[in-house]
């Protein structure tokens, strides 16, 4: 399985640490944010990683090369205006082949373990969900018996920014900015999407305050 990293964010909220430094490279616990996926999906048995970028880019590419200090192979899918999250996967498909590939959100952190995804995938998605954060209280879709509904009259969790997805999700569409949420709701329709809940340690680190939250956690031993 390859892994594709979403890098190309602005990180507009993280300012003026972001002004000069793609968010991905921004330091917590005097580790860059993209570092920890490296490792983890290292760790997970997969060598081969698409990093796509679009902010400062260029620095992404510098700092991390073709992967080799981390045993990976890294190859990169620039964009020259950001193209959202379904956008800038699609662009991405033909480094990534025709199976499935696991996909991480670089602005999160996380001690999920990737290899437990390594698995046959069932369906065009494979969803990684957590409990609902108090900056996103509504929550984002609804896990019933392993599989992913778009049904607001279930409880909600957040969609971490961790899946797997098949190439096929995105049979039919075409280059420009489009999200992913839209793919992922029509796949749910037609009961295409599985699910899990990650109970462990997981932060959206969008604002100067959930970095804080991530030096902390990093500060404490688990």
Known sequence: MKAMILAAGKGER?????????????????????????????SAGVEDVVINHAWLGQQIEDYLGDGR?????????PEGEPLETGGGILRALPLLGDEPFLVVN?????????????????????????????HHPGGD?????????????????????????????FAGCTEG?????????????????????FVGRWVDVGTHERLAEVEQMLAVKP
């Not at 952190?109 to 108090?134: E, I, Q, R």
């Not at 392993?146 to 957040?158: E, I, K, N, S, Y």
Request: hydrophobic fraction near 45%; aromatic fraction near 8%; avoid cysteine.
């Open 14 to 42: 993280l300012r003026p640490l972001t002004l000069h430094t793609p968010k991905p490279l921004v330091r917590a616990g005097g580790v860059p944010l993209i570092e920890y996926h490296l490792r983890a999906i290292k």
């Open 69 to 77: 200090p981390w045993g990976l192979n890294i190859r990169y899918s």
């Open 106 to 134: 670089g602005d999160i952190w996380v001690d999920f373990d990737f290899s437990s995804l390594m698995k046959p995938l069932k369906g065009l998605a494979h969803l990684v969900l957590v409990d609902n954060p108090p």
């Open 141 to 169: 879709f609804a896990l019933v018996d392993g599989q992913v509904h778009d049904d607001a009259a279930q409880p909600r969790l957040t969609y971490s920014g961790i899946a797997v997805l098949h190439p096929q999700l």
């Open 177 to 197: 900015p489009f999200k992913l949420a839209p793919l992922l709701r029509d796949a749910m329709a037609k009961g295409l999407v599985t699910g899990e809940r």
